[in-house]
């Protein structure tokens, strides 16, 4: 944990980014080092990075990024000390700039050899010579700052739109041609203000809006889209003001001439309950739910545990460490990993865990907390498995049942006592 961010939800961010881009983002402090790294660098970063000399040059170019950072708002580009093209924007606490996003390891869209002799040229350095980062420079992908703008705009657009959700206003989104998923469990931070609005820019776009695809394929960045909205909408009205001086077309139908148009021309006049009978999934919104704490107790093959557990729609939650400790040296054993890299919680069977001494610390007490769908990725033998997951103050908790499926251990449940039991003995059952 750092002074200037939940974790969970900074990782979120740039996991976000990356889905989005494929591009590593980075964040930095006011003073231009690294709090976070989302995905592992590019192989001619890593690279560089890997000689002491190259780590150098990189945190000194990142300390200058953020001090020459003039833009009035939003992304800014430049060439890092290799040539390699990246953006930077601050994250903003109301008006003041609390760290900075980066996101980049990428070339623009310039002829390759041309900004390769950019690159070599600053490279006299490297031992070896240029010549041996050549085949990783040009595994860089190409972006235009065009299309990064884009979709930087796409993304504060959605998530303006949506800064009160759960709470519903008049400027929330409907959407056709496009799917999106709002996390509301992440607080909406005010960036500046639009101008001549009383709405505000997010400071953190990408924040709470993430898995945007268009007509159901990922958003890509390469690709042209065309927009389709009411007049007030494309003048930047409500919260759309990053939409303000783009170039737009006007087709001189009236917004209710469109909806009878469409009725008549394209349904013949009948509204079917079974199109438009129920939402059509377009949007999925993520609402955190209470979690309360549980005194229910727990025995594993007829031993006391001492597990912490949260009591979520009637189902009992419980940290996947405090199981991994309680199943060590029995035949259903597993080790767990956190790749902090790629945000992936990796487990493996019959292996023992390794405590880290923080497992097993006993009832959940308080009041009830804030759960929230975890976003992470849990791997079983290398196999991705779909588990109900939530995430309370920053730990993931598993439905107990869940668990006894996936790693096949016997879950009983004594109702009078409020007692639950594991046998390892036996495999699961419904």
């Known amino acids: 944990m750092n002074i200037l961010f939940d974790q969970e939800q900074l990782e979120r961010l740039l996991a976000n980014l990356y889905v989005f881009t494929g591009i590593a983002a980075n964040i930095l402090d006011p003073q231009g080092r690294d709090i976070n790294l989302f995905g592992s660098h590019p192989p001619f970063c890593r690279a560089m990075n890997d000689l002491p000399e190259g780590h150098r040059r990189c945190v000194a170019c990142d300390a200058w990024k953020v001090k020459n950072y003039s833009a009035a708002r939003g992304f800014q580009f430049y060439r890092c000390h290799a040539g390699i093209c990246e953006a930077v924007m601050p994250l903003y606490d109301k008006s003041h700039p609390l760290a900075y996003l980066i996101f980049g390891c990428f070339l623009d869209d310039s002829p390759m050899e041309a900004q390769w002799a950019r690159t070599s040229a600053a490279l006299d350095w490297y031992p070896g010579g240029p010549e041996a980062l050549r085949g990783a420079f040009f595994q860089f992908r190409q972006?235009?700052?065009?299309?990064?703008?884009?979709?930087?705009e796409l993304l504060e657009a959605l998530e303006a739109a949506t800064f009160s959700t759960p709470t519903a206003i008049g400027a929330f989104p409907q959407v056709a041609g496009m799917s999106f998923t709002i996390d509301?469990?992440?607080?909406?931070?005010?960036?500046?203000?639009?101008?001549?609005?009383?709405?505000?820019?997010?400071?953190?776009?990408?924040?709470?809006?993430?898995?945007?695809?268009?007509?159901?394929?990922?958003?890509?960045?390469?690709?042209?889209?065309?927009?389709?909205?009411?007049?007030?909408?494309?003048?930047?009205?409500d919260t759309y003001g990053v939409f303000v001086g783009k170039s737009i077309y006007m087709t001189g139908v009236a917004l209710e001439d469109a909806l009878v148009n469409y009725t008549r021309d394209v349904l013949g006049n009948v509204v079917t309950a079974e199109k438009y009978?129920?939402?059509?999934?377009?949007?999925?919104?993520?609402?955190?739910?209470?979690?309360?704490?549980?005194?229910?107790?727990?025995?594993?093959?007829?031993?006391?545990?001492?597990p912490t557990?949260?009591?979520?729609?009637?189902?009992?939650?419980?940290?996947?460490?405090?199981?991994?400790?309680?199943?060590n040296g029995t035949d259903k054993q597993f080790s767990v990993d956190y790749n902090e890299e790629t945000?992936?919680?990796?487990?493996?069977?019959?292996?023992?865990?390794?405590?880290?001494?923080?497992?097993?610390?006993?009832?959940?007490?308080?009041?009830?907390?804030?759960?929230?769908?975890?976003?992470?990725?849990?791997?079983?033998?290398?196999?991705?498995?779909?588990?109900?997951?939530?995430?309370?103050?920053?730990?993931?908790?598993?439905?107990?049942?869940?668990?006894?499926?996936?790693?096949?251990?016997?879950?009983?449940?004594?109702?009078?006592?409020?007692?639950?039991?594991?046998?390892?003995?036996?495999?699961?059952?419904?």
Do not use: C
């Open 277 to 306: 009978g129920k939402p059509a999934g377009r949007i999925t919104v993520i609402v955190p739910v209470d979690a309360a704490p549980t005194n229910d107790t727990l025995t594993a093959n007829e031993a006391v545990q001492n």
């Open 143 to 152: 972006y235009s700052p065009q299309e990064l703008k884009a979709y930087a």
């Open 343 to 430: 945000g992936a919680v990796n487990t493996a069977t019959g292996k023992s865990y390794e405590a880290t001494g923080e497992e097993l610390k006993g009832p959940a007490k308080g009041e009830d907390k804030s759960a929230a769908p975890s976003n992470d990725v849990i791997y079983v033998d290398g196999d991705a498995v779909e588990l109900e997951v939530y995430k309370i103050d920053g730990t993931n908790y598993f439905k107990l049942r869940d668990l006894g499926k996936t790693f096949d251990f016997y879950v009983g449940y004594d109702s009078e006592n409020d007692s639950m039991f594991i046998d390892t003995s036996k495999p699961y059952a419904e």
């Open 184 to 237: 509301t469990s992440v607080p909406y931070e005010n960036g500046p203000a639009y101008e001549s609005s009383t709405y505000f820019s997010p400071a953190n776009p990408g924040a709470r809006v993430k898995d945007v695809t268009i007509n159901g394929e990922a958003l890509d960045l390469k690709a042209t889209y065309t927009l389709a909205t009411n007049d007030f909408t494309a003048a930047g009205g």
């Open 309 to 327: 557990v949260y009591k979520i729609d009637d189902f009992n939650y419980f940290q996947l460490r405090d199981l991994a400790a309680i199943l």
